[in-house]
């Protein structure tokens, strides 16, 4: 089992968002010491406990201090931006790490409907034509599959061009997303943490479905879920109090940030006995380290999935790189 990090840039404590940008480099240049495989940055807009909106510049940032990791979008919501820019972006990135970049895509907006008029967001329904031009612009601009003399956009390139391009995954949460990403004969991974259900179903529904591409010969699938480990197990539960508030309130309808556990913990006190915080309780991987390798293993062999990232996550940055640690790859 591959393990890699999927980074948010939350908000912690009394951080402010530009903090939390920077933070995620730090973060970044840790999970290459501590040897994982990948690093992926997310897409969020309006959301004052994220940092930010744009994968492409950290990973722009991280790529030039780090030498190993594979750098990426957790992912990019495709419906939001022209896809020729977006080519053009991701074949830059290449150029400054070649055979390191990877490009996740969503097809939802990272945001509400308000915000994403404010993005003039197309919608979700354009992301299979957006996915094809894209996808077809990265593949010409490589060498990898040259556009043919007919196609209407052949004379529009993507530019830089260069000897390679970067992979290509779909981020999904249904098995209609996972059965998408096998035709396209391109990498997937579920967000589980976002669609609060087990992996397997759709993680099968893409591997029924694969088609072989220009991307890939074999179908590969990733699992994303939310765990933090610390030295012990109460320790682990207390300092990620702030996460599940958070969590509960935003499925509430109530959107908030806790800067402190003591603020958390007494949220979750009024929330005690209620089905919303019984299912954010019974869905968290909280623990020591050994109880969190375990589940993780657990969850890649039930989802049948090649690659499981962890979100990181944590009360300040400190532990957010000390649960990483505690997790590591042997």
């Known amino acids: 089992m591959l393990l890699s990090v999927l980074d948010l840039s939350p908000v912690t404590g009394g951080a402010t968002q530009a903090q939390a940008v920077r933070e995620t480099i730090e973060v970044a240049k840790a999970a290459e010491r ?52 977006v080519a053009e972006t991701f074949m830059e990135l290449e150029a400054l790490a070649p055979g390191r970049i990877d490009l996740g895509l969503g097809r939802a907006l990272g945001a509400d409907a308000r915000t ?27 060498g990898a599959v040259p556009m043919p003399d007919g196609h209407p956009i052949h004379d529009i390139k993507a530019n830089p061009s260069g000897p390679s391009h970067p992979d290509v995954f779909v981020l999904c949460t249904s098995e209609e ?24 179903p759709a993680v099968a ?13 074999e179908p590969w699938a ?10 012990t197990m109460e320790q682990a539960w207390r300092e990620d109090a702030p996460r599940r508030a958070g969590t509960v309130s935003m499925l509430s309808g109530r959107r908030r940030r806790f800067p402190d556990a003591a603020e958390a ?50 009360p300040s940055l400190a532990t957010r790189i000390a649960s990483l640690e505690l997790i590591k790859p042997p």
């Open 222 to 231: 990733g699992t994303a879920v939310v765990a933090y480990a610390a030295q």
């Open 34 to 85: 501590l040897g994982y495989h990948r690093f992926w940055m997310a897409e969020h807009h309006n959301i004052q406990g994220l940092g930010s909106p744009n994968p492409e510049i950290l990973i722009a940032a991280i790529s030039q201090q780090t030498s190993r990791i594979r750098l990426g979008s957790g992912g990019v919501m495709l419906v939001n931006y022209s896809p020729l820019k």
């Open 265 to 314: 913990e007494a949220f979750l006190a009024e929330w005690k006995g209620t089905p919303l915080l019984a299912e954010v309780e019974g869905r968290t991987l909280a623990g020591d380290a050994g109880f969190i390798r375990e589940k993780l293993a657990a969850k890649a062999a039930s989802a049948g999935a090649d690659e499981v990232f962890v979100m990181a996550t944590g």
């Open 205 to 217: 529904a893409y591997r029924r479905t694969f088609q072989p591409s220009a991307f890939r010969t």
């Open 116 to 142: 994403g008029g404010a993005l003039r967001s197309v919608g979700s329904d354009a992301f299979p034509q957006y996915f094809q031009l894209l996808t077809t612009w990265l593949l010409d601009a490589s």
């Open 177 to 200: 997303s996972a059965t998408f990403a096998g035709m396209m004969g391109v990498g997937m991974v579920f967000a589980e943490f976002i669609a609060r259900s087990e992996a397997g």
